[in-house]
């Protein structure tokens, strides 16, 4: 309770000083709800969460304020959740030992919990920023995305979003020291160190914590970039280049991992996009090779995946456990305000295919509604028919097929 009074503090303290310091608040409210249905001899549905109804709603405080050089930002998260999620989030949860905090700081108190129902409180952001002509200092909670990917986000090592994520408006927050210098000639260095704890409570550890060195380089008419990190332990040397070609755009990231036990892991990432029209509506649209360094065959089931990939699975850092990807997508615009966002990610190691729709409404200025559905294609021991969780066991870690919408609203 202390914590939630903490929280609840410094969200009312935002209230109080917006007028005064004469900076909008800006609120964003969403409301919705997702339906799931798993296959009978999925984990889902040994754990008794065959189907699954949730209902979500979510409202977010956004303020930023300041003068001169000075900036300030508050984001506060007051999300509610009621359904079979809940539950079934629990049974996962208790059949493998806790992941390592996320952010040196635990800023989200429960407000009441049930076994179908929870109501939460996040500090989200929290920053200060000092800024100059050349020069950008940042310290707090805050977020930060690196890398290229379009799907994949090898190089995003600092919470990356999920080849599936629906929703990508907003990074969680974490704690970090960012820094950023602008040379005149367009190029720049950026400097993050984001502090961990190898335990919740427990002190700071070095080797959970990240420190990334990364330079943006203009090099004719290519961009590159260069990246030394230090992350959880091991050692990471990252270079991204990209250019035009005709009027497409297209992206290429080695990834050179060190790790701690004494081997190596090499990452790959190519994509190209481009945009036109197709029948007078404007379209955008990608394909995407991902080359995953730390992946295993797909008959491997969960229990024997080596330490590295399961520790990367477990922090958020990959989010598949195979080794060659193929992604298709775009983006078309039926009309002005209503786009059809089509996607489809291949597993070129079992043909396996995890495919995706989603569409998207803007009703006015200030109010969206979405519609996603998705589903895994595979037979069992594949990448998305499904991994075995562990070998005889006739029991499948596979993503199950969901349809979910959305309503979105601005204040």
Known sequence: MDKLKAISALSLALLLATPALAEPLRVRLDFGGSLDWAAPDSIDTALGFGERQTLDAKLRLMWQGGNGPWRFELQSLLA??????????????GLAPPPPPPSFFDLTSEISASADSRLS???????VTYSSQNLVLKAGRQAVTWGSGMVFRPSDIIAPFAPNAIDTSFKPGVEMLYGQYLFDNGNDIELAYVPRRAAPGGALDWNASTLALRSSLLLSELDGTVMLARDRGDTLLNLTLGGGLGGAAWNVELGQWFLSDGSTATSFLANISNSGTLGGMNITYFAEY??????????TPLDALPAPL???LASGQLFNAGRDFLALGGQIGLTDRLNLTPSVITSL????????????MSLSDNLDISFSASKGFGGNGSEFGGRETSAGSGVYLRPPTNVSLNLTRYF
């Open 121 to 127: 409180l996040t500090l989200d952001r929290l920053s």
């Open 80 to 93: 509610y959740q009621k359904g079979d999620n809940i539950g079934f989030a629990a049974a996962m949860a």
């Open 310 to 312: 399961a520790s990367r």
């Open 290 to 299: 991902f080359r995953n360094g730390f992946g295993v065959d797909p008959a």
């Open 349 to 360: 190691n079992d043909g396996s295919v995890f495919g995706s729709v989603q569409a998207g």
